[in-house]
T-cell receptor
Framework: GNSVTQMEGPVTLSEEAFLTINCTYT??????LFWYVQYPGEGLQLLLK?????DKGSNKGFEATYRKETTSFHLEKGSVQVSDSAVYFC???????????FGTGTRLTVIP | DADVTQTPRNRITKTGKRIMLECSQT?????MYWYRQDPGLGLRLIYY???????NKGEISDGYSVSRQAQAKFSLSLESAIPNQTALYFC?????????????FGAGSRLTVL
């Protein structure tokens, strides 16, 4: 079946630290991969996406590379800010949003 | 105004009561969705609708029903609420084609069933 496994949180980092949130997936065929972010009190919003192997998605200083050989899509940021504190969800799609599978989410807290 | 508006934002109710959560969107999209979020379980799809005349069950539709009143409106009902339906509910909308996987979410409706 289709599923996403992401590292359990919570993750606490100091400002300007390097961030990695691991995400691996299981899927038939060639899924599209996504990272969504949920800020406190808000709904999820798309952070970045990649639609084929070796694609790199990037936005707001965050990056993730679609690695087919390791079935991974790890989220990275070189220098986190307090404003990056949120819950991050990895997701895969095998077609439209009705076939979108979310991971369990990783809570990130950045302290000054 | 938000692209996707959910009401109410918070609701506390008792077991057996009927509850309706409402959602409206200004994106002009045909596709709308209802998700449930539980701690440690991520988001799970309850129902989705690709247009006004199209309603489909998602992963966890038991105990829920929906109504698509217009392109912009999609409501979720719990006919007889039970405590394990306590959760955070999200409405979302998406476009089609390359935008089909890009969801725009509302801020959520937190439901507590006592």
């Amino acid at each position: 079946g289709n599923s996403v496994t992401q590292m359990e949180g919570p993750v606490t980092l100091s400002e300007e630290a390097f961030l990695t949130i691991n995400c691996t997936y299981t899927a038939t065929g060639y899924p599209s991969l996504f990272w969504y972010v949920q800020y406190p009190g808000e709904g999820l919003q798309l952070l970045l996406k990649a639609t084929k192997a070796d694609d790199k998605g990037s936005n707001k200083g965050f990056e993730a590379t679609y690695r087919k050989e390791t079935t991974s899509f790890h989220l990275e940021k070189g220098s986190v800010q307090v404003s990056d504190s949120a819950v991050y969800f990895c997701a895969l799609s095998r077609g439209g949003a009705n076939n979108l599978f979310f991971g369990t989410g990783t809570r990130l807290t950045v302290i000054p | 105004d938000a692209d996707v508006t959910q009401t109410p934002r918070n609701r506390i109710t008792k077991t057996g009561k009927r509850i309706m959560l409402e959602c409206s969107q200004t994106k002009g999209h045909d596709r709308m969705y209802w998700y449930r979020q539980d701690p440690g379980l991520g988001l799970r799809l309850i129902y989705y609708s690709f247009d006004v005349k199209d309603i489909n069950k998602g992963e966890i539709s038991d105990g829920y029903s929906v109504s698509r009143q217009a392109q912009a409106k999609f409501s979720l009902s719990l006919e007889s609420a039970i405590p394990n339906q306590t959760a955070l509910y999200f409405c979302a909308t998406s476009g089609e084609g390359s935008g089909a996987n890009v969801l725009t979410f509302g801020a959520g409706s937190r439901l507590t069933v006592l």
